[in-house]
């Protein structure tokens, strides 16, 4: 799955240790979200989308090559 | 639950290891001479305590983490689930067929624990550093881990050494301990070679 959060982070000047409070998860969760060894759940997803105010599907997009 | 730091968590499992391993030394071999069953049977069970509060430790450990840790703590309990049946179906079978003395039968059963958490503790850190490499990085470093383990077991095997004269069990103790050290060295120096410019 491919995502804009790191983009979105950075944008937001916060560092991945500031979102993983935000979201109450590891700031290594956030990295290996960012860096897509790790998809989400779809409660976190929503949840990092709330946060950003975007739709999910703006956030993740499916990537059939890294299936 | 109250999550604790990385590091409060390993700083109370240390704490209780010491515990464990000064109540193993001094307080579970009056078990052989005490005479009343009560007496005997609290002197048998008093390493008992501490191990259960590094389960209870370990388990709020686990129940703490958000998704991603809870899974790679998922992928190491499984695995170290699978490596302890392995273990108690080898020392079972073993054990039965009388292949080695009643004492080693007892001895098996004692490193059932300390086996679940090793492999558990290597499972996991391998699974975190498929997801990035980073679940297991915080908090004392693993050399200093070591290097720990390796002081307790060095202070065993004087112990036993100097105070019963019992020369197998002080150099397995011993040799651990080396063991240890020398996990201790490479996890150093690997750290070291990663990051040369600290």
């Given amino acids: 799955m491919k995502n804009r959060v790191r983009e979105l982070r950075e944008k937001h000047a916060w560092s991945q240790g500031e979102l993983g409070e935000r979201l109450e998860v590891s700031r290594q969760t956030v990295n290996a979200i960012e860096t897509g060894k790790y998809d989400p759940s779809l409660p976190l997803a929503f949840k990092i989308a709330k946060l950003f105010g975007q739709r999910i599907e703006a956030l993740f997009e499916y990537d059939e090559e890294t299936r | 639950m109250v999550r604790l730091s990385r590091q409060a968590h390993q700083r109370r499992v240390m704490v209780a290891m010491a515990i464990y391993v000064a109540v193993f030394l001094w307080v579970w071999p009056l078990a052989r001479s005490a005479d009343a069953l009560w007496l ?38 499984g695995v170290a689930a699978g490596a302890v049946s392995v273990y108690g179906i080898v020392s079972g079978f073993l054990a039965a067929a009388h292949v080695f003395g009643a004492d080693w039968s007892a001895a098996a059963l004692v490193w059932i624990f300390p086996l679940l958490v090793v492999v558990y503790a290597s499972a996991r850190a ?11 990085d915080e908090g004392m470093p693993t050399a200093v881990r070591f290097l720990y383990v390796a002081g307790l077991l060095t202070v065993a095997a004087a112990y036993i050494y100097w105070h019963k004269g019992d020369a197998e069990s002080a150099g397995f103790a011993a040799g651990m301990a080396a063991g240890m050290l020398g996990g201790a060295l490479f996890f150093a120096l690997r750290q070291r070679l990663r990051r040369p410019d600290e």
Avoid: F, N
């Fill in chain 2, 126 to 136: 391998y699974a975190a550093r498929r997801y990035g490499g980073g679940a297991c």
């Fill in chain 2, 40 to 77: 005997k049977s609290t002197y048998a069970l008093a390493p008992v305590p501490p191990v259960v509060y590094v389960i209870w430790l370990m388990a709020r450990r686990v129940l703490g983490g958000d998704e991603l840790e809870q899974r790679t703590h998922l992928i190491g309990l």
